[in-house]
C-alpha cells in the first residue's frame, strides 16, 4: 500500500478500531523515513543543521541558508526517543542524532547560547531578531527544545557531555520561569504579563526525558534519583502555575496570556485562547501524571480531560474538521492570526482565482495549524480513558479526518501542508512558526496516540 492508499482509507476511517492503528502506523514509519533518507541523500560535511529547510508546499528547499535551534532540539530529542523505543532501523537513527548533537554542541561553543537561527554553513547565529541573546539567568524556548534533546540523548547513548549540558539549561530554565526572565521573542512582554506557553513546553520537555527514563529502566522509573527529583519538581511547579494563572476551574476555561491571574485583553476586548496550545497542555499534563502519586496523578489527569473538552469544543471548526489557531475565550469567535502579503504567492493558483477574483492584496485570515490535530491525537488518546461521554474519541476521530482530508501533501509525499487558510479550506504557505518541516509534532503525536489508544 503506497502512501496515499494509506491516506485515503484514513480520510474513510469511522472507529478507533485495529485498522485505524495499522493505518496510522504504517504513516507514522513512513513519516520517519521520509526525514532518515532526506537526511542520508543530502548530508554533507559542512552542514551545521537538521535538514528540515524544505517548503511544506513547493517540496523545495528555501532560499535561506538557516537552521533553527528549537527544530533541531526537537529532531534530536525524538530521534533518540524512537531509538529507544524501536521505531525505526537503530543505525540509520543514531547516525541522525550523532549529526544533530555535534551540530549543537558546535553552535553552543560558537556562541555561547542556542540562537533561535544560525547560518548552515558557519553555525552562527544570523540577524534574525529572533535571535536575543540569552544569557545565564534566561532561558527561551529554543534553550527548552535543545535541553530536551540533549537529555534524551545523553541518555539514550550515554554521552556525560550531553546530559552536564541539558542539566545546565534545566537549571536556567527554572531559574527564569520563577524569576520571569524567559525571553519568547525578540522583546519581553509588558510588564507584569506572562503567557502559559513556556512552562506549558517546559512541561512537555519534562514528560519527553521522564519516558525516555522509564523506558531506560525497564518501564519502571526510580524516581528517587536526581534527574528524575529535578524533573518531576520543575513539573509541578509548571502545572501548578499554568493552573492557577491561566486555567478558570468553575467552567474549565483555558487562555493564553495573564497579568497576574487575570486574563489580559486585546484592543478588540477578546480574551485570546490557542486551542492546539491548549490541548497540548492537557496531552502534556496527562504524560506527566503518571509520574505523580496516584490520587494525584488521576485528580490531574480529571482537570485535563475537562480542558481537552472544552478546548476542542471552542477550537473546531462548526461544520469542518479543522481547528482554529487562535480563537475568543468568552465567545468562541474566531481571531485573525496572520496577516498574508504575496497573495498568489501564497495559496493555490484555484483559490486565487476564484476566492480572490486574480487581485493582489493583503489580507488577514484565521488558520489552521497542521500540529494541533497532530497534538489533539496525543492528548486524547491519553485522555479518553475514563470519559464515558465518548466526546473524546469523536474529537479524535474529527482531527484524524482533518489531518488526512486537507493536509497531506502529494509533493512532500504526504507530508503535511504546515496551515490551511480559513474561508478557502486549502493550503496557505506561511510557516506557523518557523519555515521548516517539523519531526517532533507529527511524529511524536502519533507514537503516543499509538501507545496509548490500543486501537
Known amino acids: 500500500m503506497d502512501t496515499f492508499e494509506i491516506v485515503h482509507a484514513l480520510q474513510q476511517s469511522s472507529a478507533l478500531d485495529g485498522r485505524l492503528g495499522e493505518l496510522l502506523e504504517a504513516y507514522r514509519a513512513h513519516y520517519l523515513n521520509f526525514f532518515l533518507t532526506y537526511f542520508e541523500q543530502h548530508r554533507r560535511p559542512q552542514y551545521k543543521g537538521g535538514y528540515f529547510n524544505l517548503n511544506s508546499v513547493t517540496g523545495r528547499p528555501y532560499e535561506h541558508h538557516c537552521c ?3 527544530t533541531d532540539g526537537r529532531s534530536l530529542g525524538e530521534l533518540s526517543a524512537s531509538w529507544v523505543s524501536k521505531l525505526g532501523p537503530r543505525d540509520r537513527l543514531r547516525a541522525y542524532a550523532d549529526h544533530l548533537y555535534a551540530a549543537l554542541r558546535e553552535r553552543y561553543e560558537v556562541n555561547g547560547w542556542f540562537p533561535h537561527a544560525v547560518d548552515d554553513q558557519t553555525n552562527r547565529a544570523t540577524d534574525d531578531p529572533l535571535n536575543a541573546r540569552i544569557e545565564p539567568d534566561a532561558s527561551s524556548f529554543s534553550h527548552i527544545f535543545v535541553l530536551n ?22 537549571g536556567e530554565l ?3 520561569l520563577r524569576a520571569g526572565t524567559f525571553l519568547e521573542g525578540a522583546a519581553p512582554r509588558p510588564e507584569g504579563q506572562r503567557a502559559q ?17 522509564k523506558a531506560l529502566s525497564g518501564g519502571s522509573l526510580d524516581a528517587t534519583s536526581e534527574d528524575a527529583r529535578s524533573l518531576i519538581a520543575l513539573g509541578r511547579e509548571c502545572v501548578d502555575y499554568i493552573l492557577h494563572h491561566h486555567y478558570r476551574p468553575e467552567d474549565h476555561v483555558f487562555w493564553e496570556v495573564s497579568e ?5 485583553r486585546n484592543d478588540q476586548g477578546q480574551v485570546i485562547t490557542d486551542p492546539g496550545h491548549t490541548l497540548e497542555f492537557t496531552g502534556f499534563a496527562a504524560r506527566f501524571s503518571a509520574f505523580l502519586e496516584p490520587e494525584e496523578g488521576e485528580s490531574l489527569r480529571e482537570t485535563c480531560r475537562s480542558i481537552f473538552l472544552w478546548a476542542a469544543g471552542r477550537g473546531f471548526h462548526a461544520f469542518r474538521d479543522l481547528i482554529y489557531k ?24 484555484e483559490v486565487f482565482q476564484e476566492h480572490f477574483g486574480g487581485k493582489e492584496e493583503t489580507i488577514t485570515l484565521s488558520t489552521f495549524p497542521w500540529w494541533v490535530p497532530m497534538e489533539l491525537l496525543a492528548a486524547g488518546s491519553l485522555l479518553r480513558h475514563g470519559d464515558s461521554s465518548g466526546q473524546i474519541d469523536g474529537y479524535l476521530l474529527r482531527a484524524i479526518h482533518g489531518i488526512f482530508q486537507y493536509y497531506c501533501n502529494p509533493r512532500i509525499d504526504g507530508l503535511c501542508y504546515q496551515n490551511i487558510g480559513d474561508e478557502f479550506f486549502d493550503y496557505l504557505d506561511i510557516p506557523p512558526a518557523t ?19 490500543g486501537c
Open 149 to 170: 534533546g540533549l537529555f534524551q540523548y545523553g541518555l539514550a547513548f550515554g554521552d556525560e557531555a550531553a546530559l552536564h549540558l541539558a542539566r545546565c539549561l534545566l
Open 197 to 213: 506557553g513556556p512552562s506549558m513546553i517546559a512541561l512537555g520537555a519534562i514528560s519527553d526525558v521522564l519516558e525516555t527514563l
Open 260 to 264: 497576574g491571574a487575570e486574563a489580559v
Open 326 to 349: 487562535n480563537v475568543d475565550r468568552d465567545t468562541g469567535t474566531p481571531i485573525k492570526d496572520a496577516t498574508v502579503t504575496n497573495l498568489s504567492r501564497r495559496v493555490s493558483p
Open 174 to 176: 527554572r531559574h527564569a
Open 435 to 453: 519555515p521548516t518541516l517539523d519531526l517532533m509534532h507529527s511524529h511524536r503525536s502519533l507514537r503516543v496516540f499509538l501507545r496509548e489508544c
Open 68 to 70: 533553527y535551534s528549537w
